[in-house]
């Protein structure tokens, strides 16, 4: 899922996504009735949080992070702390 507005067009590597077998899609704003339902799932707990985030790191391991996105790391997100 990509959110968000871009200054400029993103370069993509169409080959990834293919061989990979993976979707995208794009959303381009919530509209505020979007709010409340999405506080209520937080709240209820029925949604799998926890395992949105798979680690979270500290910044000198940004460097190797982005290494193993590149090799293709196969995780959700990593935080990374940026005090202690």
């Keep these: ?19 990979r077998e993976i979707s995208v899609y794009g ?15 937080v709240a209820s707990k029925t949604l799998p949080l926890d395992r949105l985030i798979s680690d979270i790191r500290s910044l ?3 460097q190797s992070t982005f290494e193993e996105i590149q090799k293709g ?3 959700m ?6 005090s202690d």
């Design 60 to 62: 000198d391991q940004l």
């Design 73 to 75: 790391a196969n995780f």
């Design 1 to 19: 899922m990509i959110v968000g507005i871009f200054a400029e067009p993103a370069l993509m590597d169409l080959r990834r996504i293919l061989w």
């Design 27 to 41: 959303a381009r704003n919530y509209a505020p009735q979007d709010f409340e339902p999405a506080i209520q799932m």
């Design 77 to 82: 997100k990593v935080l990374f702390k940026c």
